[in-house]
C-alpha cells in the first residue's frame, strides 16, 4: 500500500488529527522563518480568529442556531484576564484556563433559558448578552483596562520579547480548538447536533436529548471563544467593552465560518485566513481615509457567500469538484460491515397482562377547537391496533400527545406502567415509544444509515453498537441496498420504510406509525404491509393511524374509530365495518355494498 | 426629595417616555411591515434609520441655511422626505439583494432560507454602518434647532409644585410619527395595494395564483418598512444626537417593541414601540444613564423567552 492509499484510508477523528498535525507544522516553520514583528501580530490574531471561527462552528455550524452573541464569551473572557491581571496581578497562564471554565459556566447559563427558543428567535435573543454586557462594563467604568507591564518575570506573565512566542501560544488555542471540533463532529455529539439541524422535532423523536446535546454545544463553544477572548487580551494589551462585546466580534466569528464552509472542521479556519490578513492589510494602508474598511470588508464578503456559495467557500468547491453529488454531512459508510442481526430487535414476550399503554380521560383543545376529548383506551402487548377516524378526527393530535410533543389538557398516559407527564419526547422514546411522521421527516443530508443510526444511539453506548442496530434494521426492512444514499434522494416509499427503520433502530416496545401508507401504489402498500408484519414479528406493539381501509382490515387485530376528537367505536375489524356509526361518520353506506361486491367477484374468480 | 418631586420626576419620564416611544414606535411599524409580509428578519433595519437620521442632517446642513427654507419645521418636513428617498432605496437593495434569498428564491434554501436572510441582512448592517462611518464620519451630530431646547410648561399643578415640562421638537416628531402610522393603517386596511400586500403576506401561493405579483408585493414592502423606519429616525434626529454606529442599539430597541406587540401585527408593533418608549425613560429615574439600554435589553431578553409570540398581537399576525 502506498502513502497516499493509507492516507485515504484513515477515517474520521485520525485522518483529522493527522491533518491538524500537518497543518500545525507548517504553521510552526512560517511563523519561525518570519521576523517582521507586524507579520507575526497578523499570524497571531488570524489564529485567534480562526478559533472564534471554530468556537462559533461548533455551536452553530452544527446545530443550525445561529448565535449572533458569541461576543459575550469572548469579551468576558478577555476581561476576565485583564482584571485578573491589572487588579490582582494574577498570571494569564492561570487565568486563561479559568477564563475557559468560566465561560463554559456562562455558556450554559446562557444556553438554559434561550435554548427556548428557535430559528429567528434565537439569534435575535443571543444578540442582546453582549449588548447588554457591553453597556454594564461601560457603566461599572471599565472602558478601558490596560494590562500592566511586568517587567520582572514578563514569562511568567506571557509577555515575551520575540513576538513568534505568541504566534505559538495561539497555534496551540488553534490545535485544540480543531482537535475538540474533530472529536466533537465525529462523535455522537456532532451527529446529534446534526440532527437537531436538520429537523429538531424528528431529532427528538428519535431519543435525542436535543436539550442535553445543544447545552452540551454551547458549553463547550462558549469555552473556546473565552480562550481566545483571554488571550486576546494578553496580546493586545487593552481591552475596551467595544473591541471584545461590539456586534464586530459576533459578527466576525460567524462570518469565517460561513464564509469559509459552515459546518465544517476547516471552513472557519480557511475563513479566518483569507478574510482576517485581508482586512489588517487593508486597514493599515487606509484606516486614515477610512476607518470602517473592515467592517465593510466582512460585510462584503459575507454578502456575496450568502449569494453566490450560501454554505460557504469548502462546501462550493466540493460542488464544483463533484457536481452530481448531494451535499451529505455524516459518513457515507455501508450497512456491509455490521450485518443483519434482527435478533437484537425482538421484544420479548411479556407474561404481565397490564396493558403496554393506557390512555385515560385524554383530552386537548387548540383554542375553541377540542382536538382530543375525554379519550380512553389502551393496547395490549404485541397488539396491532388501528386508528381510523375521518379527517380532522384528532388522530395525529393523539400521537402528537403520546409522544410529548404537546401536552394534553387533561387526562393520564400510563406506558409500561408508568405514568408519563413531562416527559420529553426523547425520553419517551428512551422508555421504549417510537414513532413515525405524516409527513417524513428525514434528516436531509445524512445517508440512510446515519439517519437509522442516530434512531439507535438512544440505546447503544458506541457507534459500533449503534451502527449494528441500524443495520439490522435496514436489513428488515429491505434498504439495505440504498443505505449510503443521501435521504434527501429517496422515493416516497423509501423515505416511509427509513423512517421506520429510524424508528426500530430505538428499540421500541411500541410505534406509533401515522399514515405510513399514503402515496403508495398497490404494489408498494403489498410491501409495506408485509414489512409491518415482520416488524410485528418481533414482538413489537403497532398503533397506525391509515384511511385505506382495504390495507387496514388486512392488518390490524383491533380499530379505535375517533371522530372529533372522541372515541365512536372500537373493536375488531369485521364489528367496526358493521357499526353503524362508524359508517354513518366515515365509511359511507356505499362501503359495505362495495366490500360484498368485492367479495362476490373473489368468489367468482 | 419628597413625594411630589418624585412625581414630577415620574411625570416628566412618563411624558418622554410617550413622546421618544412614539418615534420608536414608527420604526417598530417599519421593521414589522417587512416581517409581517415577507418572513424576513431584517438586521439591517436600524443602519436604514440611521440613513434616515443622516439624510435629514445633510439636507438640513445643505439647505437649511437657504433663506427660503428658514423655519423651525424645516427639519421636520425633511424627516418625512426621508420616507420616499429611502423608499428608493429599499426597492434597490431588495432588488439586488434580498430578493435572492426570500419569497420563491427562499424554498431552495436551507430551513425556508431564514439563515441566509439574517446573515444577509447583517452583511448589509456591516456595509452601511462601516461605509457611513467612511461618509459621515465617526463624530456624533445631531438636528437640533430652537425647538428642540424650548418645551410647553404643564402645570403648575397640585398647589404650584408640579410641573411638567413637553419638549416641543419631541412633541412635534411624536404628532408626526402618529400621523404616518395612520396613514399608513389606512393604506394597508383600504387600498388596492394594501390588499395584495396583505394577501401576498396570509398566502404567497395562493395570492400567485390569483394574480398578484408576489415579487413585487414583497418589494414594496420592503420599501415601505425601510421608509417608515427612515421617517422615525430623521425624527429622531431632532432629539438625539447620532454616529454612524447607533444602529445596532436601537435594532434591539425596535425588536423589542415588535417582539413585544407580537411580530407582524402593525398595532401591536407601534404599542411595543411606545411602552420601550416609556420603559426606557422612566427606568431612568432610578438607574443610571449608562443603564438605559441594558434596561431595555435586559426587557428584550425577558419578552422573548417568556412570551415570543407578543402581548399585544396573536402569534405571528399579519401586517
Known amino acids: 500500500m502506498t502513502m497516499m492509499d493509507t492516507l485515504k484510508s484513515l477515517t474520521g477523528v485520525k485522518r483529522d488529527f493527522l491533518h491538524i498535525g500537518l497543518f500545525a507544522g507548517v504553521y510552526l516553520l512560517l511563523a519561525l522563518f518570519i521576523s517582521n514583528s507586524y507579520y507575526q501580530l497578523i499570524m497571531t490574531i488570524v489564529a485567534v480568529w480562526a478559533v472564534m471561527g471554530l468556537s462559533w462552528n461548533l455551536l452553530s455550524g452544527y446545530s443550525g442556531l445561529i448565535s449572533f452573541g458569541h461576543a459575550a464569551f469572548f469579551g468576558l473572557g478577555a476581561y476576565l484576564v485583564a482584571l485578573c491581571l491589572s487588579v490582582w496581578n494574577l498570571s494569564p497562564w492561570f487565568t486563561i484556563v479559568l477564563a475557559t471554565l468560566a465561560c463554559g459556566l456562562s455558556g450554559l447559563l446562557v444556553g438554559l433559558p434561550t435554548f427556548r427558543l428557535r430559528g429567528h428567535y434565537f439569534a435575535l435573543a443571543m444578540l442582546a448578552y453582549p449588548l447588554a454586557l457591553l453597556y454594564i462594563f461601560e457603566w461599572v467604568g471599565y472602558q478601558e483596562v490596560a494590562l500592566p507591564m511586568e517587567r520582572e518575570a514578563p514569562a511568567l506573565y506571557m509577555q515575551f520579547d520575540n513576538p513568534v512566542w505568541h504566534t505559538l501560544l495561539a497555534l496551540v488555542l488553534l490545535v485544540l480548538a480543531l482537535g475538540i471540533s474533530s472529536l466533537v463532529a465525529n462523535n455522537r455529539f456532532g451527529m446529534s447536533l446534526l440532527a437537531i439541524k436538520l429537523d429538531e422535532d424528528a431529532a427528538e423523536a428519535a431519543g435525542i436529548n436535543t436539550l442535553y446535546w445543544k447545552l452540551a454545544a454551547i458549553t463547550v463553544s462558549a469555552a473556546i471563544a473565552g480562550a481566545a477572548g483571554g488571550f486576546y487580551a494578553v496580546v493586545l494589551l487593552v481591552v475596551t467593552p467595544l473591541a471584545v462585546f461590539g456586534m464586530l466580534v459576533s459578527a466576525q466569528a460567524l462570518i469565517f465560518a460561513m464564509f469559509g464552509g459552515v459546518g465544517t472542521l476547516w471552513g472557519p479556519v480557511l475563513g479566518a485566513f483569507i478574510l482576517v490578513p485581508l482586512s489588517e492589510i487593508l486597514y493599515a494602508r487606509y484606516a486614515a481615509d477610512f476607518p470602517g474598511i473592515q467592517g465593510v470588508v466582512y460585510g462584503v464578503a459575507i454578502i456575496a457567500v450568502i449569494l453566490f456559495a450560501p454554505q460557504g467557500i469548502l462546501w462550493k468547491v466540493r460542488a464544483l469538484l463533484k457536481p452530481d453529488q448531494f451535499r451529505i454531512l455524516g459518513s457515507t459508510a455501508s450497512v456491509a460491515d455490521f450485518g443483519a442481526r434482527e435478533e437484537l430487535l425482538v421484544v420479548p414476550p411479556e407474561e404481565d397482562e397490564t396493558p403496554v399503554l393506557a390512555v385515560s380521560g385524554l383530552a386537548k383543545a387548540f383554542g375553541g377547537l377540542q382536538a382530543t376529548n375525554d379519550l380512553n383506551f389502551s393496547v395490549r402487548h404485541g397488539e396491532l391496533l388501528g386508528i381510523i377516524g375521518p379527517n380532522g378526527a384528532g388522530k395525529t393530535t393523539l400521537f402528537n400527545l403520546l409522544n410529548g410533543f404537546i401536552r394534553p389538557d387533561a387526562g393520564e398516559i400510563v406506558f409500561r406502567g408508568k405514568h408519563l407527564h413531562k416527559q420529553r419526547p426523547n425520553q419517551r422514546c428512551a422508555a421504549g415509544m417510537a414513532r413515525t411522521f405524516q409527513v417524513p421527516k428525514p434528516f436531509t443530508h445524512l445517508s440512510v444509515l446515519d439517519n437509522v443510526v442516530i434512531g439507535a444511539y438512544v440505546h447503544t453506548r458506541s457507534k459500533e453498537e449503534a451502527s449494528e442496530h441500524a443495520s439490522a434494521a435496514i436489513h428488515l426492512v429491505g434498504l439495505h441496498d440504498e443505505c449510503h444514499l443521501p435521504a434527501a434522494n429517496l422515493t416516497n416509499k423509501q423515505l416511509r420504510l427509513m423512517e421506520l427503520a429510524r424508528a426500530l433502530a430505538s428499540k421500541p416496545t411500541l410505534i406509533l406509525v401515522d399514515e405510513i401508507l399514503a402515496g403508495l401504489d398497490p404494489d408498494a402498500m403489498q410491501e409495506m404491509l408485509a414489512v409491518l408484519r415482520k416488524v410485528r414479528g418481533l414482538g413489537i406493539t403497532i398503533i397506525i393511524i391509515e384511511h385505506s381501509m382495504q390495507a387496514m382490515v388486512q392488518l390490524v387485530d383491533r380499530f379505535v374509530v375517533l371522530d372529533h376528537g372522541a372515541l365512536l367505536a372500537e373493536g375488531s375489524p369485521d364489528r367496526i365495518v358493521r357499526n353503524p356509526d362508524v359508517i354513518e361518520a366515515y365509511l359511507g353506506k356505499n362501503w359495505l355494498d362495495n366490500e360484498a361486491r368485492d367479495g362476490e367477484d373473489a368468489g367468482h374468480d | ?319
Open chain 2, 1 to 319: 426629595m419628597d413625594g411630589l418631586q418624585y412625581l414630577e420626576n415620574f411625570l416628566q419620564s412618563l411624558v418622554a417616555g410617550l413622546l421618544m416611544g412614539s418615534m420608536y414606535g414608527l420604526m417598530c411599524v417599519g421593521l414589522t411591515i417587512i416581517f409581517g409580509v415577507m418572513r424576513v428578519i431584517n438586521f439591517a433595519q436600524g443602519e436604514f434609520m440611521m440613513l434616515g437620521m443622516y439624510f435629514t442632517y445633510f439636507c438640513f446642513a445643505w439647505f437649511g441655511t437657504w433663506a427660503f427654507f428658514d423655519g423651525v419645521w424645516f427639519p421636520f418636513m425633511l424627516a418625512l422626505l426621508a420616507g420616499p428617498a429611502m423608499f428608493l432605496l429599499g426597492v434597490l437593495i431588495h432588488r439586488l439583494l434580498i430578493n435572492a434569498v426570500t419569497g420563491r428564491q427562499a424554498s431552495q434554501l436551507e430551513a425556508g432560507g431564514h439563515y441566509a436572510q439574517l446573515v444577509l441582512t447583517l452583511g448589509i448592517a456591516l456595509v452601511l454602518q462601516n461605509g457611513g462611518l467612511f461618509i459621515f464620519g465617526s463624530n456624533p451630530v445631531s438636528v437640533s434647532n430652537e425647538l428642540s431646547y424650548s418645551a410647553w410648561e404643564w402645570g403648575p399643578m397640585v398647589g404650584d409644585r408640579v410641573s411638567v415640562f413637553v419638549n416641543q421638537a419631541q412633541t412635534i416628531s411624536a404628532i408626526l410619527a402618529l400621523f404616518v402610522v395612520i396613514g399608513f393603517g389606512q393604506l394597508m386596511g383600504r387600498t388596492r395595494l394594501g390588499k395584495s400586500l396583505r394577501a401576498a403576506a396570509d398566502n404567497p401561493d395562493a395570492a400567485t395564483y390569483m394574480g398578484i405579483n408576489v415579487d413585487r408585493a414583497h418589494r414594496v414592502a420592503f420599501g415601505f418598512g425601510v421608509a417608515i423606519t427612515a421617517i422615525g429616525g430623521g425624527l429622531l434626529a431632532s432629539n438625539v444626537s447620532f454616529q454612524p454606529y447607533i444602529g445596532t442599539e436601537y435594532v434591539i430597541i425596535m425588536y423589542a417593541g415588535v417582539v413585544l406587540g407580537g411580530l407582524g401585527s402593525v398595532r401591536g408593533a407601534f404599542l411595543g414601540g411606545l411602552t420601550i418608549g416609556v420603559l426606557q425613560q422612566v427606568s431612568a429615574i432610578i438607574l443610571p444613564n449608562q443603564l438605559q439600554n441594558t434596561v431595555i435589553f435586559v426587557c428584550f431578553l425577558i419578552i422573548i423567552l417568556l412570551r415570543p409570540q407578543g402581548f399585544f398581537g396573536r402569534r405571528e399576525r399579519i401586517a
